[in-house]
């Protein structure tokens, strides 16, 4: 009989994942309570393995069955020791699509808020002795027909956050090494290079996805070459960022503000400088959440379950 493990999840229960484990006739176990450490005597003997967010080794990998597959429930796949999984012949997929529109929404949201000063308006009414403000005295607020906004990266989730935007007026430029220019045609997205896109956009949205190359992508030196009064927004991977030289930034007035949902530690910890630094809208890595996005997230991996159980390919396959 071959073995289904879950390691770690945030979801009530498990009902598409048991569903078809038992269709298929395989073994299910979930454990909780994991920590990294423990994720490799967990996988003994797996051949399917459901990851959330715990790291997943070459060690842990060993302990999986030959062919095995490991299904990360999710976008991101930095958890997953990739280039040791490719060695042992261990198949990985993730989840690319089940919230991409509840992401973008996300987004364009915080883009939104940060754009228009909705938190310093809701603290000056809730906080001001007199309850009230003056619209301009949270500064300037450009309408959105004169802003531009800049993508870093424009795949799935970037396009619809540019479909959203675009939807009130903005302009649209997108930097994007691997982009289709053809796929873009009647997008109404403009391709451009990074330093320009820096140069001209008005908002800065990260949806690259996190690698050797894009670690610290906007770092001092990137931050420096944005306006001054520009809006860096990330709900991609919070490594994209050098945290500690944002937030000195937007401290110093060198930016205008930040809306981020992804950190490069999480939580944040007792006096980590984006809980101090002002013009900061921060969420809890929860862009990817709504209840439909959830259903589809463990229904994708369930099927991707069953796929791997009964040797069929895989949907979205790693490597």
């Not at 979930?30 to 967990?42: I, P």
């Not at 799935?156 to 997108?174: H, P, T, W």
């Not at 910890?269 to 997230?297: C, I, K, Q, V």
Request: charged share 25%.
């Amino acid at each position: 009989m071959k073995r289904v493990v879950v390691t770690d999840h945030m979801f009530p229960d498990l009902h598409h994942e048991r569903a078809m484990a038992q269709e298929c006739g395989a073994e299910f176990s979930e454990e909780k309570g994991l920590t990294d450490a423990q994720v490799s005597r967990t996988l003994d003997g797996a051949d399917v393995a459901l990851i959330g967010t715990l790291q997943v080794d070459e060690e842990a990998l060993r302990r999986l069955n030959p062919g095995a597959v490991v299904i990360r429930y999710g976008i991101g796949f930095d958890c997953v020791d990739i280039d040791a999984a490719m060695a042992l012949d261990i198949r990985v997929c993730n989840i690319p699509d089940y919230g991409a529109d509840t992401v973008a929404d996300h987004t364009a949201m915080l883009a939104l808020a940060s754009l228009r000063h909705l938190d310093e308006y809701n603290r000056a009414l809730k906080s001001g002795d007199d309850g009230w403000c003056a619209p301009a005295d949270v500064g300037v607020i450009p309408a959105l027909t004169d802003v531009t906004v800049g993508l870093v990266g424009v795949g799935q989730i970037g396009l619809l956050v540019a479909q959203r935007l675009r939807a009130f007026g903005a302009r649209i430029i997108a930097a994007d090494p691997y982009a289709d220019a053809e796929a873009l045609a009647g997008s109404g997205v403009e391709l451009t290079s990074l330093p320009d896109l820096f140069e001209r956009a008005d908002i800065v949205s990260l949806h690259a996805p996190l690698n050797d190359e894009t670690r610290h992508l906007i770092d001092a030196a990137a931050i420096a070459a944005m306006k001054d009064t520009a809006i860096l927004v990330n709900t991609g991977r919070g490594a994209l960022v050098d945290t500690a030289a944002a937030a000195q930034a937007v401290t110093d007035g060198r930016l205008g503000g930040l809306a981020f949902d992804v950190f490069e530690s999480e939580p944040l910890e007792p006096g980590h400088p984006l809980r101090r630094s002002p013009r900061t809208l921060l969420t809890p890595h929860s862009a990817f959440y709504s209840t439909r996005a959830m259903d589809n997230l463990q229904r994708f991996a369930a099927e991707e379950m069953g796929r791997a159980l009964r040797g069929e390919p895989l949907r979205c396959p790693l490597n």
